[in-house]
C-alpha cells in the first residue's frame, strides 16, 4: 500500500460545479496537509496548508482534514475552466526538515 | 512573496553531454531545497535533498555521481545531470522551504526544467 494514495481521475465537471478531491493516507505520522495545483508544464502552487482536522476556506475552496479517518479532501465551489489543472495532495511530518509526500495527482477538467 | 526561480524552462542537449539547472529563492533564504522529477502523467518523485553547505541527500536509487547537486548559498542550488542519456529526460523540479518556518512548512516551488536528451 502507498502511503499517499489519489485518484489519478482524470476527472471531467461542467462550470459552476462542485468539486471534489480527495486522499487517503495510511502512515499516521503525517501531521500537516497540503493541497497544490499544477498546470501543464508548470510546478506546483500551493493552494491550502493546514493542519488540524477540520475545515479551513479561502475563497472558493476549502480543505478537509479527518485524521481519525487518515482522509483529507478539497472541495471547489462554482468551478471555472481556469480550474482545470492537476491537483495534487501532500503530508508532511511531525518533525523534522522532511520532504514532502505527494499523492499521484488527479487530473480536472472543467467544461465551459 | 515566496518565488522560486527556475532556470532553463527547457533544454535539448545531445548523448554524453552534462546539463545544468538552476533554482534560486527570489525573496527569501533556503537553508535547504529539494529537487523532485516527474514524468508525464506521474507524481512528483523526490530526488535529493540539497542543504547549504553541506552534500545533499540522496533518496535510494539516484546516483548521486550522475546527479550532481550544490548548494553553494542560501538562495541558489544547482542538479548537473551529468553524461546525459535519452532515459534521463523528464521535468526536473526544485522547491525550497523558507528558512525558519519549521520543518513541516510548504514548499514553494520552481516551474520546472524539461529536460530531453537526443
Known amino acids: 500500500q502507498k502511503e499517499v494514495e489519489q485518484d489519478p481521475g482524470p476527472l471531467s465537471v461542467p462550470e459552476g460545479a462542485i468539486v471534489s478531491l480527495n486522499c487517503t493516507y495510511s502512515?499516521?505520522?503525517?501531521?500537516?496537509f497540503m493541497w497544490y495545483r499544477q498546470y501543464s508544464r508548470k510546478g506546483p502552487e500551493l493552494l491550502m496548508y493546514?493542519?488540524?482536522?477540520g475545515n479551513k476556506e479561502d475563497g472558493r475552496f476549502t480543505a478537509q482534514v479527518d485524521k481519525s479517518s487518515k482522509y483529507i479532501s478539497l472541495f471547489i465551489r462554482d468551478s471555472q475552466p481556469s480550474d482545470s489543472a492537476t491537483y495534487l495532495c501532500?503530508?508532511?511530518?511531525?518533525?523534522?526538515?522532511?520532504?514532502?509526500?505527494f499523492g499521484k495527482g488527479t487530473r480536472l477538467s472543467v467544461i465551459a | 512573496g515566496a518565488v522560486v526561480s527556475q532556470h532553463p524552462s527547457r533544454v535539448i542537449c545531445k548523448s554524453g553531454t552534462s546539463v545544468k539547472i538552476e533554482c534560486r529563492s527570489l525573496?527569501?533564504?533556503?537553508?535547504?531545497m529539494f529537487w523532485y522529477r516527474q514524468f508525464p502523467k506521474q507524481s512528483l518523485m523526490l530526488m535529493a535533498t540539497?542543504?547549504?553547505?553541506?552534500?545533499?541527500?540522496?533518496e535510494q536509487g539516484v546516483e548521486k555521481d550522475k546527479f550532481l547537486i550544490n548548494h553553494a548559498s542560501l538562495t541558489l542550488s544547482t542538479l548537473t545531470v551529468t553524461s546525459a542519456h535519452p532515459e534521463d529526460s523528464s521535468f526536473y523540479i526544485c522547491?525550497?522551504?523558507?528558512?525558519?518556518?519549521?520543518?513541516?512548512?510548504?514548499?514553494?516551488f520552481g516551474n520546472g526544467t524539461r529536460l530531453t536528451v537526443t
Open positions: 525573496d527569501f533564504q533556503a537553508t535547504t
Open positions: 501532500a503530508m508532511s511530518y511531525s518533525s523534522g526538515n522532511t520532504p514532502l509526500v
Open positions: 502512515n499516521s505520522a503525517f501531521q500537516y
Open positions: 493546514t493542519y488540524s482536522s
Open positions: 522547491s525550497a522551504r523558507i528558512t525558519g518556518t519549521g520543518g513541516n512548512s510548504p514548499l514553494h
Open positions: 540539497s542543504n547549504e553547505g553541506s552534500k545533499a541527500t540522496y
